[in-house]
């Protein structure tokens, strides 16, 4: 199997996974007796600590090996995995929320995502990074709908703690997977020294984590965990329905994904992220305010279909804006930009849904309605560069 496959095949390994915990993750430990409190705490901690140890380790990949980078953040997986399972004292859990690889979103968390990326455009031409991408993020998509179901199902004929330990099993399957891995995946240029492994991009670095980071405090207080906790207060529904609401909800924005490389051929990147970003976060706004079941569930369905197609486009941008050398830190610290403003908000949502349960969407919309006029306005003087037709020296290519 070469290594584009097996890149592939942990991403879905590793995104069913995250599905799978994620479904049951806050309903298992309000099951095991913790409040709202420590329930929104220890989700918080537990980004926080990826925070840290993500970049340690994307900052450093190139230097210490990109392999053994990812067989790293497979350990603290499972490492987590079994602490969450086997103990119910607080002290522990926040142990090792805080230096475990534990996702409460159903989403990326780690050093995996920025390592694999930049290992990919290795194999890919500069013209096919966008669309490797969307494959990519279909897999992922694919695998967290699928593991969402299977999460919901399973908690419901076994129990809560039988995900967690399950969650543990994910990490082996993908420590196996990356000892299967070539030297071709590692850096071809020779790493930078640097703090945090950039020097020539700083600028461009700074001003991308500053506005993700953003964007990702408004995603984190509405993450996959959250708005199943809010669908069982507000409605009632199993773990089962839950796990097939985010089945379908992840199809969607997986599909979308595939769309993004088109789109961004024709109007660029930076616009394919904004035009297709804004109205999903009024569709956000709306969910709370839906008096039934069946239209809370279709609008966040149709708010999904169109969601996730800033991210290959996202991803591609980064990589195309920075010094080759450079790539592998620039996804690192703009992914841990990301985790640190999701790590901010589930502190704060988690007692908001228990109380005021429509404020963390509509914060969550219109915080996200701010970060993309924001991405607008400082992609100006870039915008003719990633415009459609643009020369290939200046234009960062989709």
Not at 54 to 60: A, K
Not at 225 to 247: C, D, E, L
Not at 293 to 300: G, K, S
Request: aromatic letters at 10%.
């Amino acid at each position: 199997m070469n290594d584009t496959r097996l890149l592939f095949a942990a991403r879905s390994v590793r995104l069913f996974g995250y599905g799978f915990l994620s479904v049951v993750l806050v309903l298992y430990l309000a099951d095991i007796g913790l409040d709202p409190r420590r329930i929104g705490l220890l989700l918080s901690l537990t980004l926080i600590g990826d925070v840290l140890v993500s970049l340690y380790l994307t900052t450093r990949a190139d230097i210490i090996g990109r392999r053994r980078t990812l067989l790293a953040g497979a350990m603290l997986m499972i490492i987590a995995g079994l602490v969450f399972a086997l103990t119910r004292d607080f002290t522990l859990l926040l142990i090792a929320a805080t230096i475990g690889v534990i996702s409460p979103s159903g989403n990326e968390v780690g050093p995996f995502l920025a390592v694999e990326q930049v290992a990919l455009a290795q194999t890919a031409g500069s013209r096919d990074r966008t669309s490797v991408f969307a494959w990519y993020n279909l897999a992922g998509s694919f695998a967290t709908a699928a593991g969402s179901l299977c999460g919901g199902f399973f908690a419901t004929l076994v129990s809560y703690r039988a995900n967690i330990v399950a969650y543990s099993l994910f990490g082996i399957a993908l420590a196996f997977l990356f000892t299967k891995l070539t030297r071709s995946v590692e850096a071809t240029s020779p790493p930078q020294r640097t703090f945090f492994g950039v020097h020539r991009s700083r600028g461009i670095v700074a001003r991308l984590s500053a506005l993700f980071a953003l964007d990702s405090f408004a995603g984190g207080l509405v993450v996959q965990s959250i708005v199943a906790y809010w669908f069982f207060r507000r409605f009632g529904v199993s773990p089962a329905v839950i796990g097939a609401i985010f089945f379908g909800a992840n199809l969607l924005a997986g599909i979308s994904a595939l769309a993004a490389a088109r789109i961004a051929r024709r109007i660029g990147l930076v616009n394919t992220m904004v035009f297709t970003h804004l109205p999903s976060n009024v569709l956000l706004l709306l969910v709370p305010f839906m008096p039934t079941l069946p239209l809370a569930i279709t609008v966040l369905l149709i708010r999904f279909s169109i969601s996730q197609m800033d991210v290959p486009t996202r991803q591609s941008y980064v990589l195309a804006v920075v010094d080759e050398s450079e790539r592998t830190a620039a996804a690192g610290v703009t992914g841990v930009a990301r985790t640190t403003g999701a790590a901010l908000a589930p502190v704060l949502a988690v007692p908001l849904i228990a109380s005021r349960d429509w404020v963390p969407f509509v914060a969550a919309g219109v915080l996200k309605i701010v970060y993309d006029l924001l991405l607008l306005w400082s992609a100006r003087p870039s915008l003719s560069a990633d415009a459609p037709g643009a020369g290939p020296a200046q234009n960062p290519p989709s």
